[in-house]
Structure formats: C-alpha cells, structure tokens
C-alpha cells in the first residue's frame, strides 16, 4: 500500500469510519445465514466523503482507471458513494447518473415520471459503476447492472469500489462476468492499523476469521 492510500485508510479510522465491538455486527448475510458469526467490525463510509479533503484524495485514485475504461457515463448507486462520483465526474468531466434507491429493492416507482434511472442517458451508451464498499453477496452491485440494461445502457464488466472486504462479492460478481476493482482491501487496512497499533491482535485476528466465514457462506 502506496502513502497516499495509508493515508487514506487513515483517515478512515481518524473519522471513526471503520467501528470494532466484542458483541458484533449483523450484516445482509445474517438474515440468510443466522447461524454465522456476527462481524467484529463495521465500516461506514457515508460521513468520511463528506469531507472535501478526503473525498478528493480517493476520487485522485479513481480518475486514472476511468480515464483508461473511457465510459460515456459513470453510475452512481446511492447513496453513500454520491459525493466520491460526484467529485470523479467533475475531475473527469464524464457526466454521471443514478440508479434510483427503490429500483435497487426492486420496487417500481409509481408517482411523477416513474423512471428507475436519475439523469440523462441515452440507448446504448457505455457506463461505469461505481459503489463505496463489497461486501458478501454485491446484491446492490449485481440488481444496478440488470436495471441499467434494462434501460439499454451497456454495462461496462468492471466495477469500482473503495473498499473490498473480501467476504465473496468479488467473485460473486465473477461470476455475473463482472471484475471488481477496488481501492483498497480491507486486509491491507487491518494490516495497517495493526502495524501502528490503532487495533488489537485479537480485533485483527477476529476481523480476518470472519472475512473467511463471510466468504464460505456467502459462495455456498
């Protein structure tokens, strides 16, 4: 891991993004698997990308894998990653649009236009998904890219998170013939904070086991 990303993954602990507990997490894989561990961490990125400094630090880290995939527009699923598309569209100039939360459920709008996508597009231009954090199963990932085809929109196959906790949504995606590409790991980022003593062994060792937990269950 280069500076700048230490230093971003710093900034994520200095903004209480990332949450250790002894009593555990429920996530999405709790509710089809109650009998798996709950997680020892919990990260949330919403209100870290609200500050300027930090938001910019990652979209700089962003641009050079858009500018090389060359979409007509970038893909926003709301509504953590909101601000970091925002700031990547307007470094790059590649216009932006959002899945719309409900299509994301599956719930079909049914007032004012009943549109599932916000922004202009047209039929048949190329976008770039980007999202904040994968986690087991890409469930939000994997619906976006049926909605935007159903719209006539070609889906590029990658897809760009922040962070890749590395519990199956990587090769859940694999799977849809999606890469992920991430920013940064989430073991790289335990590794880090073990290393200038922010967590324990035990949170470190916790975090990693039930990575793997998450992963057997969610590729079962």
């Known amino acids: 891991m280069n500076k700048k990303l230490q ?3 710093l900034d994520f602990y200095k903004s209480k993004a990332i949450k250790f507990s002894k009593e555990g997490f429920k996530f999405n894989l709790h509710a089809e698997h109650p ?24 979209a700089k880290q962003i641009v050079p ?12 699923l709301p509504q953590s990653i909101s601000p970091i598309t925002t700031t990547v569209s307007d470094m790059t100039k590649i216009p932006m649009i959002s899945v719309r939360s409900e299509a994301l459920k599956g719930i079909k709008k049914d007032h004012g236009v009943k549109q599932s996508i916000n922004g ?16 087991s199963y890409a469930f939000t990932k994997i619906k976006a890219i049926e909605v935007l085809k159903e719209n006539g929109l070609k889906v590029i196959p990658k897809i760009i998170v922040i962070v890749d ?3 199956g949504g ?15 790991s989430f073991k790289n980022i335990l590794d880090l904070y ?3 003593k922010l967590i324990t062994r035990q949170e470190y060792e916790k975090s990693l086991e039930y990575g793997e937990f998450a992963k057997a269950y969610s590729l079962k």
């Open 65 to 76: 894998i858009v500018k090389k995939l060359k979409p007509d527009i970038l893909v926003d």
């Open 194 to 196: 073990l290393s200038k």
């Open 170 to 184: 990587k090769e859940k995606l694999k799977k849809s013939k999606f890469d992920l590409i991430s920013v940064l």
């Open 165 to 167: 906790r590395e519990e």
């Open 7 to 9: 230093q971003i993954a």
């Open 120 to 135: 202009a597009f047209k039929n048949g231009q190329r976008v770039l998904i980007i999202d904040d954090v994968v986690s």
């Open 35 to 58: 009998e798996a561990p709950l997680s020892p961490n919990y990260l949330n990125l919403r209100d870290v990308f609200r500050n300027p400094k930090i938001r910019k630090n990652i």
